[in-house]
């Protein structure tokens, strides 16, 4: 590998070519979205031959699916969410789900992800992918009520809903709703799923 | 604008290329996205000059807006979910709602727009308009509760998770559970943001 990255690349570490070719896939996916990013413009962004990027990445949507991350540690986090009344799990819930989605920096990444699975099937594999790993398996695990799996899509039902109603589709009066009222309006919602007689 | 349809089309009538303007550009946006849908593959498969598209609709967001519909006539429903117990509205209006997505052509058309919005800021903003006047306005109206205009908001935000989780994402086991299943998972959270206190 090392013996390509020198020949066709026009930068010398095979890491350093690597990081760039993914810093630029990044950056692309998320301000042009899955399919108008193209790995001829990947590659031009890295200042890389495009060859190189199917080398060190494979297809497109291997490439979506090695740069794409969620920036949440739901699976770190959920101890601290089930610690505590068992009957305000939802709400400290939705307190978390709240303070990453206002965070401008993670909310760009999440809602990314959103607009990428909506707009193209491959995509919407790949944050399949990430989400069932990511966020339902660690919600399932940590519910104690029957029918875990099932609880963790509806949550996260309500959660994309929420995204795509506040930030993407901007739904007044919900898109200016202070943060706190979101918690107050979802919270109960969520706590429904998470325990409740489904 | 007669004399000007003469001119540039290939078509005779002034309504008949205005029509086949309007099926073409309503197949290729739900077909390629708003995005991928371009005035001038419009215009070719509708055959017909690209400036003739402008000239019948304005800005490709115009043609949007002037040719996406909502295949839901929330304003004509909503007076029969609202008989009836006011108790069992969200399980009446649950049902409404599954109806019309398990339905193979509603459902592609509200996952179309749906895929819209998430995909480009001027189709959302269109989305949203649409959304505003034919979904949450009608329900609002219905509302005997206070806060009206948050309530729709938040049904809707629940309805577009369910749109997005259930036939977007396909999260198991939300995606491949029975209708009757899902219709009683969800009618108990429409119903707190019904008539609950939020």
Same mark, same amino acid.
């Given at each position: 590998?090392?013996?390509?990255?020198?020949?066709?690349?026009?930068?010398?570490?095979?890491?350093? @070519? #690597?990081?760039?070719?993914?810093?630029?896939?990044?950056? %692309?996916?998320?301000?042009?979205?899955?399919? #108008?990013? @193209?790995?001829?413009?990947?590659?031009?962004?890295? !200042?890389?031959?495009?060859? $190189?990027?199917?080398?060190?990445?494979?297809?497109?949507?291997?490439?979506?699916?090695?740069?794409? @991350? $969620?920036?949440?540690?739901?699976?770190?986090?959920?101890? #601290?969410?089930? *610690?505590?009344?068992?009957?305000?799990?939802?709400? #400290?819930?939705? !307190?978390?789900?709240?303070?990453?989605?206002? !965070?401008?920096?993670?909310?760009?990444?999440?809602?990314?992800?959103? =607009?990428?699975?909506?707009?193209?099937?491959?995509?919407? =594999?790949?944050? =399949? *992918?990430? &989400?069932?790993?990511?966020?339902?398996?660690?919600?399932?695990?940590?519910?104690?009520? !029957?029918?875990?799996?099932?609880?963790?899509? $509806?949550?996260?039902?309500?959660?994309?809903?929420?995204?795509?109603?506040?930030?993407?589709?901007?739904?007044?009066?919900?898109?200016? %709703?202070?943060?706190? *009222? &979101?918690?107050?309006?979802?919270?109960?919602?969520?706590?429904?799923?998470?325990?409740? =007689?489904?």
């Amino acid at each position: 590998m090392a013996r390509v990255a020198k020949k066709l690349g026009r930068r010398p570490g095979e890491s350093g @070519t #690597r990081e760039a070719i993914a810093q630029a896939a990044q950056r %692309l996916f998320s301000e042009l979205g899955y399919d #108008r990013t @193209t790995i001829r413009a990947i590659a031009a962004a890295a !200042d890389v031959d495009p060859a $190189l990027v199917n080398h060190f990445f494979g297809s497109k949507q291997d490439l979506f699916r090695a740069v794409t @991350t $969620l920036p949440v540690e739901l699976a770190e986090v959920l101890p #601290r969410i089930a *610690e505590g009344p068992r009957s305000q799990a939802g709400l #400290r819930l939705a !307190d978390y789900v709240m303070g990453v989605l206002e !965070d401008p920096e993670t909310r760009r990444a999440i809602t990314g992800l959103v =607009r990428a699975a909506a707009s193209d099937p491959e995509a919407a =594999r790949v944050v =399949r *992918e990430i &989400v069932t790993a990511r966020v339902l398996t660690p919600i399932a695990e940590h519910l104690a009520a !029957d029918r875990p799996t099932l609880r963790a899509s $509806l949550i996260n039902s309500q959660m994309v809903g929420l995204i795509m109603a506040r930030y993407v589709l901007a739904l007044e009066p919900l898109a200016s %709703l202070p943060r706190d *009222e &979101v918690v107050q309006a979802i919270a109960p919602n969520l706590q429904r799923y998470l325990t409740g =007689r489904l």
